[in-house]
């Protein structure tokens, strides 16, 4: 379900593709739009739900972009939206999701769903599908027999079992006793 207050910010250096997309989410969400890293940084702010970051851009590429987002404690859901296949150099990258352009509109909108709805999963689950989403782009890559793919299955794997051990500790009588006692 979408709200018109979630806040979408397009970043790319090619503006008819910015006004494409911004045209494809106007009537879902209030979007905002940059053409360059820096002019990105000056609209970035708390009250941005998701960015959709170009990795390739004159000025300062995506990657330079987003770690100054998260170095500005700003933690918007975001996703590399680019033309640039992944390789290993993605694994260390602070990002959501990583989708190769060109994308449609349903798939646009479709990404912008999965990442509102992981926005208000815990730390431990945000985690897991950011680096399953890495994992993903490294297959689709061609980029899963190397060390950084293998040393990157390994991190979600802990990740799936810290997981797995926080479920397992909640008591599950405990969790639907108020529903026993509806019965």
Same mark, same amino acid.
């Given at each position: 379900m979408?709200d018109?207050?979630?806040? /979408?910010?397009? /970043?790319?250096?090619? +503006?008819?593709?910015v006004d494409?997309?911004?045209n494809y *989410?106007?009537?879902?969400?209030r979007?905002?739009?940059a053409t +360059?890293?820096e002019?990105? *940084?000056?609209?970035? +702010?708390?009250?941005v739900d998701?960015? *959709?970051?170009?990795?390739r851009?004159? $000025?300062?590429?995506?990657?330079?972009?987003?770690r !100054?987002? @998260? +170095?500005?404690?700003? !933690?918007?859901q975001?996703?590399m *939206?680019?033309?640039? =296949?992944?390789t290993?150099?993605?694994? $260390?990258?602070p990002?959501?999701?990583y989708?190769?352009k060109?994308?449609d509109?349903? =798939?646009l &909108?479709?990404?912008?769903?999965? &990442?509102l709805?992981?926005?208000?999963?815990?730390?431990?689950?945000?985690?897991?599908?950011?680096?399953?989403?890495?994992?993903?782009a490294l297959?689709?890559? $061609?980029?899963d027999?190397?060390? !950084?793919?293998?040393?990157?299955?390994?991190?979600?794997?802990?990740? @799936? =079992?810290?997981?797995?051990?926080?479920? $397992?500790?909640?008591?599950?009588r405990g969790?639907?006793?108020?529903?026993?006692?509806?019965?």
């Open positions: 979408t018109e207050h979630e806040t /979408v910010l397009l /970043v790319d250096d090619e +503006s008819a593709l494409l997309y911004a *989410l106007g009537g879902a969400y979007v905002l739009t +360059s890293g002019e990105a *940084l000056e609209v970035v +702010s708390d009250a998701v960015v *959709l970051l170009d990795r851009m004159p $000025d300062m590429r995506g990657e330079e972009v987003l !100054e987002i @998260r +170095s500005n404690g700003i !933690e918007p975001v996703a *939206l680019t033309a640039v =296949e992944p290993v150099d993605i694994v $260390d990258m990002f959501d999701d989708r190769v060109p994308v509109k349903p =798939e &909108l479709g990404l912008i769903e999965t &990442l709805e992981r926005a208000a999963y815990d730390e431990h689950s945000q985690e897991f599908f950011a680096l399953a989403s890495k994992k993903a297959e689709v890559g $061609d980029a027999d190397t060390d !950084e793919y293998e040393e990157l299955c390994v991190e979600l794997e802990e990740v @799936r =079992e810290r997981i797995d051990a926080t479920l $397992d500790r909640i008591d599950t969790a639907f006793a108020d529903l026993a006692k509806l019965s």
